[in-house]
């Protein structure tokens, strides 16, 4: 295998970076109502790479994310990270290039406050 010269003397291994079947990530959808507001999207460690959430509401929501392997209840547990989704937007995107790392699982919860008009969302997610 050939090296790369850094520049300051120090030889790294090259490597070439191409798609395979198996071992990369995984896509999830999810188009969320307001009696399923809490999802599992893998019950074993993975890592989040890349969110993408429509809000057709006409308020804000945010999602939150749970390392957890079990349906999370809102309002409990640990919430591991979050992201806010403006009213009516087509698309709030956010990207973790280094991944965000789940040890037990990769799930979130939708909170929707009573007082307001239930809507639906939907969740992108890429994940490992």
Avoid at 119 to 127: E, H, I, K, N, Y
């Amino acid at each position: 295998m050939k090296s790369l010269d850094t520049g300051g003397g120090v030889q790294v291994p090259a490597h070439t970076v191409a798609p395979v079947t198996s071992g990369g990530l995984t896509k999830y959808h999810s188009v969320l109502s307001s009696t399923a507001p809490a999802v599992v999207v893998k019950a074993s460690a993975g890592q989040l790479y890349h969110i993408k959430v429509e809000n057709t509401g006409s308020s804000a929501v945010v999602v939150h994310f749970y390392d957890t392997a079990t349906t999370p209840t809102i309002g409990s547990g640990t919430v591991v990270w979050s992201t806010l989704a403006p009213p009516t937007n087509s698309g709030e995107v956010e990207h973790i290039p280094e991944g965000l790392p789940f040890t037990t699982g990769i799930a979130y919860t939708l909170p929707i406050r009573l007082t307001q008009t239930p809507t639906r969302g939907s969740v992108f997610l890429d994940r490992v």
